[in-house]
């Protein structure tokens, strides 16, 4: 299934899974309705209510101007940022300062939602972490600017991004930063380590401080839980903390 195209116009009366995802952008708007693939008199109101908002025709069907604009930003997450001779990880900072503009968040229940999707290659689930796809889709999209393979694989669970950065000797551990915090960069991925071989969170690090670092990292929120909903930008100590280079 295209996400980025309807099959058809969508009007009261459809069901399916594209109503699903309308359902979903609506309620990313801010215009909530629950989400049960449904197009029913709630749903009308709330694409009319939508249209009107961004001076559409209010119409209630959903065809390809409406929901162009109920995509539009997942669409302006993914424009192409000019190279201008930035490198990988100048980049993977531009990207991640993109996506966070749009905020990105899930929608429905846990790990759900279009943007879940996309950083997940389409799959989903509670047990993944999409802050972990979040941070290699970034790598991907930086990688895919410069023309050059990812220095990483995608990986849907942050040991298994630590792992594959170990393998690849990209691995740089909160000792080796301790001792000398000039190895770290912005642009490099951190991760947070529960014990010894198995980390729990990871996002990109777009600051450097002598005591913090300033990041941008999803399935979080304002309390910082690893357990979030959202993209946002926060600061965080060294505690605790191991990186991998790019």
């Known amino acids: 299934m295209n996400e980025f195209r309807l099959d058809k116009d969508y009007m009261k009366g459809d069901f399916g899974p594209y109503v699903w995802?309308?359902?979903?952008?609506?309620?990313?708007?801010?215009?909530n309705i629950v989400i049960d693939g449904s197009f029913g008199p709630a749903t009308e109101?709330?694409?009319?209510?939508?249209?009107?908002i961004n001076i559409l025709?209010?119409?209630?069907?959903?065809?390809?101007?409406?929901?162009?604009?109920?995509?539009?930003?997942?669409?302006?997450?993914?424009?192409?940022?000019p190279v201008n001779g930035q490198s990988l990880r100048e980049l993977i900072v531009a990207y991640a300062q993109q996506h966070l503009k749009?905020?990105?968040?899930?929608?429905?229940?846990?790990?759900?939602?279009?943007?879940?999707?996309?950083?997940?290659?389409g799959y989903k689930g509670s047990k993944l972490s999409w802050s972990a796809c979040f941070v290699s889709?970034?790598?991907k999209q930086a990688s895919l600017s410069l023309g050059i393979e990812p220095p990483l694989k995608t990986s849907y669970h942050h040991s298994e991004l630590a792992n594959n950065a170990k393998k690849s000797g990209l691995f740089l551990s909160e000792r080796a930063v301790l001792a000398d915090k000039s190895k770290l960069r912005s642009g490099f991925i951190f991760l947070?380590?529960?014990?010894?071989?198995?980390?729990?969170?990871?996002?990109?690090v777009i600051e450097i401080d002598d005591e913090i670092i300033l990041t941008i990292e999803a399935n979080t929120n304002d309390e910082g839980s690893v357990e979030g909903y959202e993209v946002c930008q926060r600061i965080r100590n060294y505690d605790s903390k191991d990186f991998i280079i790019v």
């Open 102 to 121: 749009q905020h990105p968040m899930q929608i429905g229940s846990r790990n759900m939602g279009p943007w879940i999707r996309y950083y997940m290659e």
């Open 21 to 31: 995802i309308i359902q979903e952008w609506l309620c990313l708007h801010g215009i």
């Open 137 to 139: 889709s970034l790598v």
């Open 45 to 52: 109101a709330a694409v009319k209510k939508f249209q009107l």
């Open 57 to 81: 025709k209010s119409t209630g069907a959903v065809e390809g101007v409406t929901f162009g604009k109920l995509i539009e930003p997942l669409i302006s997450a993914l424009k192409p940022i």
């Open 192 to 204: 947070s380590r529960e014990f010894p071989g198995y980390w729990t969170h990871s996002g990109i």
